[in-house]
């Protein structure tokens, strides 16, 4: 739900969270909307989609220019996604949800927020959400790998 109450993706074209969309080519996720913001992660890295600001920062796209850019055919949603996911693609998804969202390391933490967090179309996309234990414990060891891998 948006601040003013609606549904993103109903009236104002914005695609619904955990939509597929192809930006230059390129699969992402639409994981979140963020205040005025869209977060995206490439699902061939994991990483989010950044740009550069006008006034050089970077930081995540408006919902702005994410319409813009689909208008402009330079990003596409990809109509049929609902694909049959694997367990461990639902596990990323839920763990970069509690990522964007900056929820904490906990399996009560993780609970309640995906209490009200895995809304009916999440369900209809993933079934319901994976136990928190198996969340915590997967989370934990992405950044475990990363700490280990660090890329350059």
Do not use: C
């Amino acid at each position: 739900m948006r601040d003013d109450g609606s549904e993103p993706g109903k009236s104002d074209g914005r695609p619904a969270v955990g939509s597929l969309m192809d930006l230059h080519t390129v699969r992402h996720r639409l994981v979140a909307y963020v205040a005025r913001r869209v977060l995206m992660i490439d699902l061939r890295v994991h990483v989010p989609w950044l740009i550069q600001d006008g006034n050089g920062s970077i930081q995540l796209p408006t919902t702005v220019r994410m319409l813009e850019m689909m208008r402009s055919g330079e990003a596409r949603l990809v109509e049929d996604a609902t694909p049959d996911f694997t367990p461990t693609e639902k596990l990323r998804f839920q763990i970069d949800m509690l990522d964007a969202h900056g929820i904490r390391q906990g399996d009560k933490t993780i609970w309640r927020f995906l209490a009200t967090a895995w809304t009916p179309d999440l369900v209809a996309r993933f079934g319901p959400h994976d136990d928190p234990w198996r969340i915590r414990r997967w989370r934990a060891a992405l950044r475990s790998d990363a700490k280990q891998h660090p890329s350059s």
